[in-house]
């Protein structure tokens, strides 16, 4: 499995601000992934992050709005970009474990979850 | 367009009781399913992962079926305790790349 962690837990935000969230993984993975779940509803894949290369975004979210980094295989951060109260929701962090010899178990693991509120 | 449809979207159960939770997917060119849990203002948990060629899978309690060809997967939970009180959500995995679909949830309340 993988220990996945992610700063901040939960935030409030200002109208057009801006927030990143971190995410962090105890062992090297190739793929990590965003996803937002919004209030009620279920997860929605934002963009797809492999390290050295860019984000590949899901239909409806663009680089501009949600940009992602991915400096190494153990580290990523998305940021929320000139927030509207729509942005509200919970964006969760996950990966896909691999094992000691580097191939997918095929199994995604998520991280606890940012809560942003954007009043 | 991959669509995953869970029944029923609530569930309140008596400790003890067995239940089934359903999960119906319109694609079935999947490569695997995810059993996930969620207990509220937390992340998610994986339960349980069945391949496109399994039937099922158990773990403890927990036991994941999985019909690709009519497009439908169960999770039955045995001996439900309070402690199973969270939401379940299954997704699926395309055959082609890494993307998961999911439902929107079963929200399970067991009451002691």
């Known amino acids: 499995s993988a220990v996945i962690s992610q700063k901040p837990s939960r935030d409030i935000c200002q109208r057009g601000t801006s927030l990143t969230i971190q995410c962090q993984v105890d062992?090297?993975?190739?793929?990590m992934f965003w996803y937002r779940q919004q209030p009620g509803q279920s997860l929605t894949l934002i963009a797809t992050?492999?390290?050295?290369?860019?984000?590949?975004?899901e239909s409806g979210f663009v680089i501009d709005k949600f940009p992602i980094s991915r400096p190494n295989l153990t580290f990523s951060t998305l940021t929320v970009s000139n927030m509207s109260p729509e942005d509200s929701s919970i964006y969760l962090c996950?990966?896909?474990?691999?094992?000691?010899?580097?191939?997918?178990?095929?199994?995604?693991?998520f991280g606890p979850g940012t809560r942003l509120t954007v009043l | 367009k991959q669509e995953v449809t869970q029944i029923p979207a609530a569930l309140s159960v008596p400790e003890g009781e067995n239940l089934v939770l359903n999960c119906s997917f319109t694609?079935?060119?999947?490569?695997?399913l995810q059993w996930f849990r969620q207990d509220p203002g937390k992340g998610l948990t994986s339960l349980l992962l069945i391949q496109s060629s399994q039937r099922e899978q158990t773990s403890g309690r927990l036991n994941a079926s999985l019909d690709k060809s009519s497009g439908r997967s169960t999770l039955y939970i045995a001996a439900s305790q309070p402690g199973d009180s969270a939401t379940y959500l299954c997704a699926v995995r395309e055959a082609s790349g890494s993307r998961l679909t999911f439902g929107e949830g079963t929200q399970l309340t067991v009451n002691p």
């Open positions: 996950s990966v896909e474990a691999i094992t000691m010899r580097g191939v997918s178990t095929d199994t995604q693991y």
């Open positions: 694609d079935s060119a999947i490569y695997n």
């Open positions: 062992s090297q993975v190739t793929m």
């Open positions: 992050a492999n390290q050295g290369s860019e984000a590949t975004y």
